[in-house]
């Protein structure tokens, strides 16, 4: 079946501009998860987001950073006036709920800043 | 100091070598245990979950010490194909939501 997907695969953004990125988790999986994973890193996480409702986004680096998933499937993360500190891949992850541990995740998306 | 820390290598080990990783992590409340495999530029991906009385998949052997707050993970006869970075994860426990908290992550060359 089908895995997680993102898009872009890749994005080149000017410091400054605002971008978007899309995240479809597998198919009935209640819970969504944003990570940020800087080069030589481990990935750190963003938010999380049970169906609809955002339940934590601690992770989240600056209110530059916003999520959203608005009919509990497809999410979106927008960066909002990038700086160059903001380059990274960000990886999305997906699982079948509370209590399921395991995580499925995406390619990510690996945002440059310029 | 970071949750869970790691030795970042690399480990260069000839084909057939044994190698073991080792993990601290800080936060003794810390609920479930995984070891993670990445290879370059693609996506985590779950290796094994790790339980006390320590748990065996084929080759892969993890263990660990809630007491030292300590998780291996050993690699025996290694394959050219287990080439890869071993991210060690926990869990927050308290209610905490289900999110990963990875190590740095340890790069493992197999040379032929």
């Known amino acids: 079946g089908a895995g997680v997907s993102q898009s872009p695969r890749y994005k080149v953004a000017k410091r400054g501009q605002d971008v978007a990125l899309r995240c479809d988790p597998i198919?009935?999986?209640?819970?969504l998860f944003w990570y940020q994973q800087a080069l030589g890193q481990g990935p750190e996480f963003l938010t999380y987001f049970q169906n609809e409702a955002q339940l934590d986004k601690s992770g989240l680096p600056s209110d530059r950073f916003f999520a959203e998933r608005p009919e509990g499937s497809v999410s979106t993360l927008k960066i909002q006036r990038t700086q160059q500190e903001d380059s990274a891949v960000y990886l999305c992850?997906?699982?079948?709920?509370?209590?399921?541990?395991?995580?499925?995740f995406g390619p990510g998306t690996r945002l440059t800043v310029t | 100091r970071k949750e869970v820390e790691q030795d970042p290598g690399p480990f260069n080990v000839p084909e057939g070598a044994t190698v073991a990783f080792n993990c601290t992590y800080s936060n003794s409340a810390s609920q479930s245990f995984f070891w993670y495999r990445q290879d370059c530029r693609k996506e985590p991906k779950l290796l094994m979950s790790v339980y006390s009385s320590g748990n065996e998949d084929g080759r892969f052997t993890a263990q660990l010490n809630r007491a030292s707050q300590y998780i291996s993970l050993l690699i025996r006869d290694s394959k050219l194909s287990d080439s890869a970075t071993y991210l060690c994860?926990?869990?927050?426990?308290?209610?905490?939501?289900?999110?990963?908290?990875f190590g740095t992550g340890t790069l493992l060359a197999v040379q032929p």
């Open positions: 198919s009935g999986h209640v819970s």
């Open positions: 994860v926990v869990t927050p426990g308290g209610g905490a939501t289900n999110k990963l908290i």
């Open positions: 992850a997906s699982s079948l709920g509370e209590g399921w541990w395991e995580q499925y």
